[in-house]
């Protein structure tokens, strides 16, 4: 439920929401779905959180996080922490959790809806917070996949669950070869 007076803000887990879309088939469409929410209130701001590749010379993700700069989305990167794991292949950490929950705390006193793209269920007490004072909190994400990609508690929590797959429609597009949206690299965004 949103109200056309509304202040909303939205904050995107960047490595979450890419890795729901993946396990329901779709790319999503920035641009597409920046409009659905100037369409469902007053758009404040849209962050994107996301860890780079620092020392790579070619990042993948590079050019999405180039493009959603230029057009209008707040980006919030680090580097990202390269290792290997036990079974010997190469992971990436990037964990953006604490800087998504600082900049909602402080953006709090000035919205009236928060649009949280994530499902992880370590939010789950940023969105008791944000209630707390007074914001509405959606949350996007899916229990469509195999497993869900929401965790209980946090869907629990929000003041509305909105499964990513009805927002196919709206803002997706079909999934392109893995050129430049290679989020699934980064480990950190769980349930």
Not at 155 to 177: S, T
């Amino acid at each position: 439920m949103f109200y056309k007076d509304e202040r909303l803000a939205l904050f995107i887990d960047g490595s979450n929401l890419y890795a729901a879309a993946k396990a329901l088939g779709f790319d999503i469409d920035y641009k597409l779905l920046r409009q659905e929410f100037e369409r469902r209130g007053k758009l404040l701001r849209a962050f994107y959180y996301t860890a780079l590749l620092e020392n790579d010379e070619y990042s993948p993700i590079r050019p999405l996080v180039d493009w959603l700069h230029y057009n209008g989305f707040c980006m919030v990167t680090k580097p990202a922490k390269e290792y290997t794991d036990s079974q010997g292949r190469r992971k990436v950490k990037g964990n953006m959790d604490i800087e998504l929950t600082v900049d909602a705390m402080e953006l709090a006193p000035r919205v009236d809806h928060i649009v949280l793209f994530s499902g992880d269920g370590d939010f789950r007490p940023l969105v008791e917070s944000l209630q707390r004072q007074g914001v509405r909190v959606s949350v996007v994400s899916t229990i469509r996949s195999q497993p869900p990609m929401i965790a209980d508690e946090l869907r629990r929590q929000a003041d509305n669950f909105i499964e990513l797959d009805a927002l196919r429609e709206v803002i997706g597009r079909p999934p392109r070869e893995p050129r430049f949206e290679r989020e699934e690299e980064t480990v950190g965004g769980g349930r």
